[in-house]
């Protein structure tokens, strides 16, 4: 019997799920944006510009989707004095309704540069509510956002001079940016990193790993994206797919699918891909390694995990594994962890 890790039915839509535009600091504007993700291949972009939730579904069509987002900055008390020097906490807010005008703890006055010309004229957008450095504050917005129907992301922890203390105790997080072109680009190596997923995964906190550009300029656009697998390119169907983590992240190799049979994992790729290397990691020290040249299926025993698994009796809550597959410039994809309550 196969147990589909990606769905095995639906289409596959690629997206970038942190973008900026000239509503808040970005080059390009929302129109101009989807032309160009269009001509790579892209049918999903969040607008997530900075303080600011505009709805832009007047650029979705049968071919393209947007998504109403918006990201929100709290900054923690400067190191040196210096303004790359504070540590803050970035989370992108994903709205389940494309025209959604109930902002999570709002408070107009932290809107800055071009979104604040946009969120002078958004009647809605009310309130005095002061956001805290620590991750208490953060939950409290978290658990505001998602009674509200919102999906939370937390953004590049090593530019934001965020260390485990800080991100730990997060709570009701739904993704994580394990890539961020951006970042990647400008030199910030971790945060073209997975090792913060794992440090969820590992206390039981079921995030998903996303790949994303937090694009504002030409040089950091269609770098890292997400790959849905949905019915079709509705809003429903998409976030019901981010919700229920039907996706897989990537800066490279693509995976075609994934599933166990029998007790053996097995997936595939398409040739262009050029995968030479996959891992799998899992909450024991169980791991396990294929390698090849222009891989295009490889599979891998899973009876030592399970047998781990049993052996070191792992709640099903917080047992699990994940694949990382590799092409040949080093660039990988990632899928998120599948714990044993799900393979059950």
């Known amino acids: 019997m196969k147990h589909y890790l990606i769905p095995e039915n639906g289409q596959f839509y690629k997206a970038n799920l942190h973008t900026h535009t000239t509503c808040s600091d970005g080059c390009k504007s929302p129109a101009e944006i ?72 709002p408070n107009p006055s932290y809107a800055w540069g071009n979104a604040r010309t946009h969120a002078e004229k958004q009647d809605y957008y009310k309130g005095d509510y002061r956001r805290v450095y ?17 999906l939370v992301s937390y953004n590049h922890p090593n530019w934001s001079k965020q260390t485990y203390t800080h991100y730990i105790g997060l709570e009701g997080v739904t993704a994580l940016e394990v890539y961020n072109t951006g970042c990647a680009v400008g030199g910030w190596t971790l945060d073209e990193s997975d090792h913060v997923l794992d440090d969820f995964l590992m206390e039981g906190k079921r995030v998903y790993p996303v790949a994303t550009d937090d694009n504002h300029g ?9 790959r849905f697998k949905a019915p079709a390119l509705t809003y429903d169907d998409i976030m019901t797919a981010y919700e229920q983590g039907d996706f897989y992240a990537s800066w490279g190799p693509e995976i075609d699918s994934l599933y166990l049979e029998d007790g053996i994992l097995k997936m595939t790729f398409p040739a262009d891909s050029h995968v030479c290397r996959i891992a799998v990691h899992s909450a024991s020290r169980w791991a396990a390694a294929r390698s090849g040249e222009n891989m295009t299926y490889t599979e891998v025993d899973m009876t030592g995990f399970f047998g781990d698994m049993t052996r070191l009796n792992y709640p099903a809550d917080r047992g699990y594994f994940r694949v990382v597959v590799f092409d040949d410039k080093g660039r990988r994809a990632i899928t998120r962890g599948y714990f044993l309550d799900e393979l059950e």
């Open 34 to 105: 989807k032309e160009i993700y269009m001509a790579q291949g892209y049918s999903v972009v969040a607008f997530t510009d900075h303080e600011v939730m505009i709805d832009h579904s007047d650029l979705s069509d049968e071919s393209f989707l947007a998504i109403t987002a918006y990201e929100v900055d709290t900054g923690g008390p400067a190191l040196y004095g210096d303004f790359g020097e504070y540590p803050c906490y970035h989370l992108n807010f994903y709205a389940k309704n494309p025209h959604e005008t109930h902002y999570p703890c």
């Open 134 to 150: 620590s991750a208490e504050g953060q939950n409290e917005m978290i658990a505001e956002a998602r009674a509200k129907g919102y």
């Open 218 to 226: 030409i040089h950091d656009m269609c770098g890292g994206w997400v």
